[in-house]
C-alpha cells in the first residue's frame, strides 16, 4: 500500500508541472514571440519480480516469473515548441519580426558594474526608440521590459535625430539625412542576431526573455559554444511586424482536460489505497 501511495504522489506532482506548463503558455497566447513549452513524462523505477523457487513455494500464484512493477513516473523534458509564429503588422516602424531562426539580443547593466551588460534574449522584438541621457540627440532601441537592442558586437545600438531610420530585411540600418537630400549611408551598426543551436538550454527569466543557466550546460562547455552570430546573408527580418505567439488554444485546451483527467485518476487512486491502508491497520490491531 505504501508502494501505491509513492506511486499515486508522485504521479500528482508530475500532473501538477504540466498543469502549470499549460497554464503558462494559455496566459501567453496573446505575447509577441512567446514560445510554447511542451512537458512529457518519465518512469522513475521499474523492478523485476520472480517467482521463488523450490517445490511447494508460490503454491497458486498467477502472476507470470519476471513480472515488472513500477514505481510511477516524474516530469521528463521541458522542451521549447520553435515553430515560428504568425506575422502581426502594427504601426511602430522599429517592430521587428524575424523569420526562420535566430533571437534579438537585449542588454542590460551588469549587478558586477564596470559597464558590463548582461545579455539574454529574446523573439519580442517591439522595439520602441529612448532618449540617450548622457548623449543629448541620440536615442537607443529598447525592449518593454528596458533592455538595450544590441548590434553585432554586442554593443547597445545607438541613433541620431539627424536621420531618418530604415531597418532593411538583412538587419542592416540604413540613415537617411533629414536636412540634405545627400549624405544617406549605412550605418556601421547593424541589429545582431544570433543562432543558438540549442534552444532547450535557455532558461525562462520572464518578460518573455531568455538566458543561460551555466549549471545546465554540458560540462566541459560555456555559452559560446551554443551562440553563434548570424551573418548578413542569413538574417530576414521584417519592419513594421512582430511574431505572434505559436501557442494553439485548441491544443492547450485538450493537453489541459487530459492531464486533469489523469491527476483526478491518481487522485482517486491515492484515495483508495488510503483506505485500504486504514482497512490493514484496523485489522491488525484487531
Known amino acids: 500500500m505504501n508502494t501505491s501511495l509513492n506511486i499515486s504522489a508522485g504521479s500528482l506532482r508530475a500532473y501538477?508541472?504540466?498543469?502549470?506548463?499549460?497554464?503558462?503558455?494559455?496566459?501567453?497566447?496573446?505575447?509577441p514571440g512567446f514560445k510554447r513549452t511542451r512537458q512529457s513524462f518519465t518512469e522513475i523505477l521499474a523492478n523485476q519480480i520472480n517467482n521463488q523457487a523450490g517445490a511447494g513455494q508460490e503454491v497458486g500464484r498467477l502472476t507470470p516469473n519476471g513480472i515488472r512493477v513500477g514505481y510511477?513516473?516524474?516530469?521528463?523534458?521541458?522542451?521549447?515548441?520553435?515553430?515560428?509564429?504568425?506575422?502581426?503588422?502594427?504601426?511602430?516602424?522599429?517592430?521587428?519580426?524575424?523569420?526562420g531562426s535566430g533571437y534579438f539580443q537585449i542588454g542590460y547593466p551588469s549587478q558586477t558594474g564596470g559597464g558590463a551588460l548582461e545579455t539574454r534574449y529574446t523573439r519580442d522584438g517591439n522595439f520602441q526608440?529612448?532618449?540617450?541621457?548622457?548623449?543629448?540627440?541620440?536615442?537607443?532601441?529598447?525592449?518593454?521590459?528596458?533592455?538595450?537592442?544590441?548590434?553585432?558586437?554586442?554593443?547597445?545600438?545607438?541613433?541620431?535625430?539627424?536621420?531618418?531610420?530604415?531597418?532593411?530585411?538583412?538587419?542592416?540600418?540604413?540613415?537617411?539625412?533629414?536636412?540634405?537630400?545627400?549624405?544617406?549611408?549605412?550605418?556601421?551598426?547593424?541589429?545582431?542576431?544570433?543562432?543558438?543551436?540549442?534552444?532547450?538550454?535557455?532558461?525562462?527569466?520572464?518578460?518573455?526573455?531568455?538566458?543561460?543557466?551555466?549549471?545546465?550546460?554540458?560540462n566541459g562547455t560555456n555559452q559560446a559554444n551554443f551562440v553563434r552570430a548570424m551573418g548578413v546573408n542569413e538574417i530576414s527580418v521584417t519592419s513594421g511586424y512582430l511574431e505572434a505567439s505559436n501557442v494553439d488554444l485548441a491544443t492547450e485546451m485538450t493537453e489541459?482536460?487530459?492531464?486533469?483527467?489523469?491527476?483526478?485518476?491518481?487522485?482517486?487512486?491515492?484515495?483508495?489505497a488510503d483506505q485500504m491502508l486504514g482497512i490493514a491497520n484496523g485489522i491488525i490491531k484487531s
Do not use: C, W
Open 72 to 99: 510511477g513516473t516524474r516530469t521528463g523534458l521541458t522542451q521549447m515548441d520553435t515553430t515560428q509564429g504568425a506575422p502581426m503588422q502594427t504601426d511602430n516602424p522599429f517592430a521587428m519580426m524575424i523569420n
Open 129 to 218: 526608440i529612448s532618449p540617450n541621457s548622457d548623449t543629448p540627440g541620440t536615442y537607443n532601441l529598447v525592449h518593454p521590459n528596458g533592455g538595450y537592442l544590441l548590434d553585432q558586437n554586442g554593443n547597445p545600438i545607438v541613433l541620431n535625430d539627424q536621420h531618418e531610420v530604415q531597418i532593411q530585411s538583412n538587419g542592416q540600418i540604413f540613415l537617411k539625412n533629414k536636412n540634405t537630400v545627400s549624405g544617406d549611408f549605412i550605418s556601421a551598426q547593424r541589429v545582431g542576431i544570433v543562432d543558438i543551436q540549442n534552444p532547450n538550454l535557455l532558461k525562462n527569466l520572464g518578460g518573455n526573455q531568455y538566458s543561460f543557466d551555466p549549471a545546465a550546460l554540458p
Open 256 to 272: 489541459l482536460l487530459l492531464t486533469q483527467r489523469g491527476f483526478q485518476l491518481n487522485a482517486r487512486a491515492m484515495t483508495y
Open 16 to 31: 501538477q508541472q504540466k498543469l502549470d506548463t499549460i497554464s503558462n503558455n494559455v496566459a501567453n497566447v496573446n505575447t
